[in-house]
């Protein structure tokens, strides 16, 4: 009798898992996305506009990025209340996948951006105008948001 009741267990539950929804068993495949921010530290060099230099040098190359899909933003941020840093301002890129930033050719986009002609002058005006201080890459692990309808 125990051997027809574990039998019958295992039937019952074969056929009641046969008539649960796909979407319930397969979860997984609504997990959230992950997302990946770079992060750059820059140190304006004196009597230089690092905004006015990324806003005209950078943001051209970004709005690429983001309309072939490789980045999901990217962002120019100044500190209003902070501590000393050796920054004064920072870049901050979002994307889904790692490859997003280390699988860039840079050179195929900012010459797309601006030109071959340009490229090594664009690159002269970014070294005059700001140093870079550091580079980081952070994952977010949570959050809470508005959700939009």
């Known amino acids: 009798m125990k051997q027809f009741s574990f039998t019958a267990a295992c039937a019952l539950c074969f056929a009641l898992g046969t ?3 796909v979407v319930i068993t397969h ?3 609504n997990a959230p996305a992950r997302t990946f921010y770079q992060i750059s530290f820059m140190k304006t060099r ?3 506009d690092a905004f006015k230099m990324e806003r ?4 051209p190359i970004h709005v690429d990025r983001v309309n072939t899909g490789q980045i999901n933003s990217w962002t120019v941020m100044q500190p209003i209340y902070s501590g000393p840093h050796p920054y004064d301002y920072i870049t901050v890129e979002t994307a889904n996948t790692m490859n997003a930033f280390t699988g860039t050719d840079y050179e ?5 951006a601006w030109g071959k002609e340009r490229l090594e002058s664009g690159m002269a005006k970014t070294e005059a105008a ?7 890459v952070w994952v977010a692990v949570d959050n809470v948001s508005k959700q939009t309808k």
């Open 27 to 29: 979860a997984q495949s």
């Open 46 to 48: 004196p009597g230089q």
């Open 108 to 112: 195929q986009v900012m010459t797309r």
């Open 130 to 136: 700001r140093d870079m201080i550091g580079n980081e």
């Open 56 to 59: 005209e040098l950078w943001k």
């Open 19 to 21: 008539i649960v929804p």
